[in-house]
């Protein structure tokens, strides 16, 4: 993940998002795998606090999911701070989905709109509102999903972020992550730039 953040800082690319864990990830997998897990977020979160880039290019730093309220407290603690840390910082976004599940996000968004309805009788349904209701209404549309990991199976798996995902282009690998290399994120962003995009035109 260092070396792949290192290419996206030297890119300038404002908005990068990575995928650490579904919530069936640390739910349903053995309980000393998730352990491992959990111990591997609190450890480089903890590390990237301390990272003099992410205050030097104002990096504003997301975590989106249900970890809040799956992880424990001293998982969540470097969790936390590094939101709290960076939470005014202007310049790029660097966003991790832990525990995090598409259809969640969006039965979030739906039944906060119910809510916000019995307020306002008069409210009406528009892209934007529901783009604001969302945890990741902060962020821009996905450019590209890069999909790791494959083996004759290429999906988008638990709907990442469904509602901004709608005209992203898509990449697949059957390089798994941990074997993704700097040169391959570089092939993938290069394949991307060579696209047409039509958006249905």
């Given at each position: 993940m260092e070396k792949i953040l290192q290419v996206v800082r030297d890119s300038g690319l404002p908005c990068f998002s990575f995928w650490g864990a579904s919530k069936d990830n640390v739910s349903k997998r053995p309980k000393?795998?998730?352990?491992?897990?959990?111990?591997?977020?609190?450890m480089?979160?903890?590390?990237?606090?301390?990272?003099?880039?992410?205050?030097?290019?104002?990096?504003?730093?997301?975590?989106?999911?249900?970890?809040?309220?799956?992880?424990?407290?001293?998982?969540?603690?470097?969790?936390?701070?590094?939101?709290?840390?960076?939470?005014?910082?202007?310049?790029?976004l660097l966003n991790f989905f832990i525990a995090y599940n598409g259809t969640d996000e969006m039965m979030h968004a739906i039944k906060k709109i119910s809510l916000l309805s019995k307020k306002q009788k008069d409210l009406k349904i528009t892209e934007q509102l529901?783009?604001?209701?969302?945890?990741?209404?902060?962020?821009?549309?996905?450019?590209?999903?890069?999909?790791?990991?494959?083996?004759?199976?290429?999906?988008?798996s638990a709907g990442f972020m469904m509602w901004d995902s709608a005209n992203s282009q898509l990449y697949f690998t059957n390089t798994y992550w941990p074997d993704f290399t700097q040169r391959e994120f570089l092939e993938a962003v290069e394949n991307y730039n060579q696209r047409e995009r039509r958006l249905g035109k």
């Open positions: 000393q795998e998730v352990r491992f897990l959990l111990e591997l977020f609190r480089n979160f903890a590390r990237l606090i301390k990272d003099k880039d992410i205050y030097r290019l104002k990096v504003k730093v997301n975590i989106f999911g249900a970890w809040p309220e799956l992880f424990p407290p001293r998982i969540k603690k470097p969790m936390e701070a590094i939101i709290e840390a960076t939470k005014d910082h202007n310049q790029r529901i783009k604001n209701s969302l945890w990741t209404k902060d962020l821009p549309p996905v450019d590209l999903i890069i999909r790791t990991g494959l083996e004759n199976d290429p999906h988008n």
